[in-house]
């Protein structure tokens, strides 16, 4: 099977609900053939079918990973220059897949967490507002897993100025990844986002929910407290 044939095959896939069954599709398929697919999926307007993508790319790579390492750390590295201005592409969908990629598989979170932080720095740093939404969704669902790994590359502190944005969703998602890994010194500035109403659509256990700004700041608050 080409490659072609089997985006033919995939896409359509890709934007069904039950992930479960996309994935026991995608394994019967080669690796080599179905990253492709999956990557184009990442930058699909069909939220379902990129999140779908997200999601399969994961469990993909984790098992390429246990097979062909440096097969792996190919694929990692186009997510990475798809994400780099000479590419001449914007990486839609990118930090989102490096996210799941990395809390999934332990070892490429050990390689490539500083990379994934290294978005929030000066010299690596994503300019549009979209891009730091997928970012810091990224972010927190390592923060979900590997919190330490973040912690030890300094994504805290290079995650504070996301609080100053003018962008409210990335407020909230920055307040969700703060109240995460329980950093303290974030509560008195998330406090103040507690009633903004502006809607996010958050991709959480393998679902879209809708919810606001305000109640992620919420919950943030929450953790931290519990924390």
């Not at 490659?3 to 690796?31: H, N, Q, S, Y």
């Not at 720095?121 to 970012?135: D, K, S, T, V």
């Not at 100053?164 to 998602?173: F, I, K, N, Q, W």
């Not at 809607?199 to 407290?225: C, F, M, N, S």
């Amino acid at each position: 099977m080409k490659e072609r044939d089997a985006k033919k095959k995939l896409m359509p896939l890709l934007r069904g609900a039950d992930v479960e069954r996309i994935l026991t599709e995608v394994r019967l398929f080669p690796p080599r053939l179905a990253v492709p697919s999956l990557l184009s999926g990442l930058c699909q307007t069909d939220e379902q079918a990129k999140w779908n993508s997200v999601t399969v790319i994961g469990q993909v790579m984790d098992t390429i990973t246990c097979n062909d390492m440096e097969a792996a750390r190919v694929i990692m590295r186009r997510i990475l220059w798809s994400l780099n201005e000479e590419s001449g592409g914007i990486g839609w969908g990118m930090p989102e897949a490096m996210g799941e990629i990395l809390a999934v598989n332990e070892t490429l979170a050990g390689e490539y967490a500083h990379m994934l932080v290294s978005y929030m720095r000066e010299e690596n740093y994503l300019e549009l507002p979209a891009l730091q939404h997928g970012l810091l969704w990224g972010i927190g669902r390592l923060a979900m897993v590997r919190p330490e790994l973040l912690l030890q590359h300094d994504a805290d502190g290079y995650m504070a100025h996301y609080l100053e944005s003018t962008d409210e969703v990335v407020l909230g998602l920055a307040s969700r990844n703060f109240g995460i890994l329980k950093i303290k010194e974030a509560a008195y500035l998330i406090r103040g986002f507690v009633e903004i109403k502006q809607p996010v659509k958050l991709y959480q256990d393998r679902r879209l929910i809708a919810t606001t700004v305000g109640a992620l700041a919420r919950e943030a608050l929450e953790k931290i407290a519990l924390g």
